[in-house]
C-alpha cells in the first residue's frame, strides 16, 4: 500500500512569510505526526493528531499549528517564519487507536519529508 | 524529563566489522523502543523494535539490539557490516504515560569503508 506523502518536498520562503505543509498518511492510519528535524537540535516532536483532535503537543512556540481532516490527511502551518524554522519537516502516520497504544502495535511509519528553507 | 543519549556520533567501520551503537533513555516506567535509519537521501526506516518479551530483538538486514532494563539500555549490534550500512542510525523510544510521541536521541552517522 501507497506511504505516508508529504508536498511539497521542497519550498523557501523569506522571513515573515507563513507556510503550510500537507501529509496523506497510509491509508487506514487515523493518527498523524509531526517532526521537526535541524542538524542542531535533531528530531523533535510537534504535535499529534487523531480523529481530527490533537492528542499531544511538544515544546514549540504557538507559530507552529496544525489540523487534521475527517479522512486523516493533516496539514501544519507555521506562521511568521524565522530563519531558525529552517528544517526537514517529518510527518508521521500509525493506526493510532487505543488497542494498537496498548499492544505495542502503533509504529510510526515516516515520510519523506517536506524540506523548508527560510531567508 | 525524557530524554534518549546515543553515545557516538560519528562511527567508521571497514566491511566484515562488528557493530554496536549505544542508547540509554531516562525514566524507569514502560516503554517502546525503537531503531530507525535513515540511509543517504532517503526517508526515516524503521529497523527493529521492542515492545515486550524475549530482550533480544531482531530487525532487518542482520540487526539487532539487546533491552537490559536494568541499564535503561536499547544498544543495536551487526555481527558483519556491509557498504549498503552506511547511514545515520536513531534510536527512539516512547515513554507510555506521555502517549504516542517519539523521543529521538541525536542519531550515529555510519560510515563503512569497502
Known amino acids: 500500500k501507497a506511504g505516508v506523502t508529504q508536498t511539497p518536498r521542497y519550498l523557501i520562503k523569506t522571513r515573515g512569510q507563513q507556510v503550510t505543509l500537507s501529509c496523506s498518511p497510509i491509508?487506514?492510519?487515523?493518527?498523524v505526526s509531526w517532526y521537526q528535524q535541524t542538524p542542531g537540535q535533531g528530531l523533535q516532536f510537534l504535535f499529534e493528531y487523531f480523529s481530527e483532535t490533537q492528542r499531544n503537543k511538544g515544546n514549540f512556540p504557538g507559530r507552529f499549528s496544525g489540523r487534521q481532516f475527517s479522512n486523516s490527511r493533516s496539514e501544519m502551518n507555521v506562521s511568521t517564519l524565522e530563519l531558525g524554522d529552517s528544517a526537514l519537516y517529518l510527518c508521521?502516520?500509525?493506526?493510532?487507536?487505543?488497542?494498537?497504544?496498548?499492544?505495542?502495535?502503533?509504529?510510526?511509519?515516516f515520510g519523506a519529508g517536506s524540506r523548508l528553507t527560510v531567508l | 524529563a525524557q530524554s534518549v543519549s546515543q553515545h557516538n556520533h560519528h562511527v567508521i567501520l571497514s566491511e566484515a566489522a562488528s557493530l554496536e551503537l549505544g542508547c540509554n533513555y531516562s525514566?524507569?516506567?514502560?516503554?517502546?523502543l525503537f531503531w530507525y535509519v535513515q540511509y543517504p537521501g532517503q526517508h526515516l526506516q524503521l529497523l527493529l523494535k521492542?515492545?515486550?518479551?524475549?530482550?533480544l530483538v531482531k530487525g532487518i538486514k542482520g540487526f539487532e539490539a539487546e533491552f537490559i532494563k536494568s541499564k535503561f539500555s536499547f544498544n543495536l549490534r551487526k555481527p558483519s557490516v556491509q557498504w549498503s550500512d552506511t547511514a545515520e542510525y536513531f534510536c527512539a523510544v516512547k515513554y507510555m504515560e506521555y502517549g504516542n510521541k517519539l523521543v529521538f536521541g541525536a542519531g550515529t552517522i555510519l560510515r563503512v569503508k569497502s
Open positions: 521492542y515492545f515486550s518479551g524475549d530482550p
Open positions: 508521521a502516520s500509525s493506526p493510532g487507536g487505543g488497542s494498537s497504544l496498548i499492544s505495542g502495535a502503533n509504529v510510526l511509519t
Open positions: 491509508s487506514g492510519h487515523r493518527s
Open positions: 525514566y524507569g516506567g514502560t516503554v517502546n
